[in-house]
């Protein structure tokens, strides 16, 4: 636990990463950051380093805002690429599994 902020994630080592930024005295985007390398590791298979999302930053106080930071590719510009086949991969989330391409 924590007085200075939440951290919430799918996976539970994951979301311990950040909670000890907070506890060691740092802020939301140090324990995000830390969260987020850990990810690469805990949830390999749906995150990576060059991964994008999203962040709700803000308080009660002040207001919300939504941080969107998912990747975008340009179009323009490029070459035609040929017609990439992903192969499925199953993740297996304990009570469920999900199919990604």
């Known amino acids: 636990m924590s007085a200075r902020g939440v951290i919430a994630a799918s996976e539970p080592h994951t979301a ?8 060691r005295g740092g802020n939301a ?3 995000i950051v830390a969260a987020k390398l850990a990810a690469t590791i805990t ?5 990576s380093l060059g991964g994008g999302g999203a962040c709700i ?25 040929p017609t990439l086949d992903f192969l499925p991969i199953t993740v297996d989330f304990g009570q ?3 199919v990604f391409h």
Do not use: S
């Not at 311990?16 to 506890?23: E, H, N, T, V």
């Not at 949830?43 to 995150?47: D, G, K, R, S």
């Open 29 to 31: 985007v140090d324990a």
């Open 43 to 47: 949830e390999l298979p749906l995150t």
């Open 57 to 81: 930053w803000g308080n009660a106080a002040k207001g919300y805002e939504v941080v969107d930071f998912f990747a975008t590719t340009p179009g323009r510009g490029l070459p035609a690429l």
């Open 96 to 98: 469920a599994a999900q």
């Open 16 to 23: 311990l990463a950040g909670a000890r930024i907070l506890r």
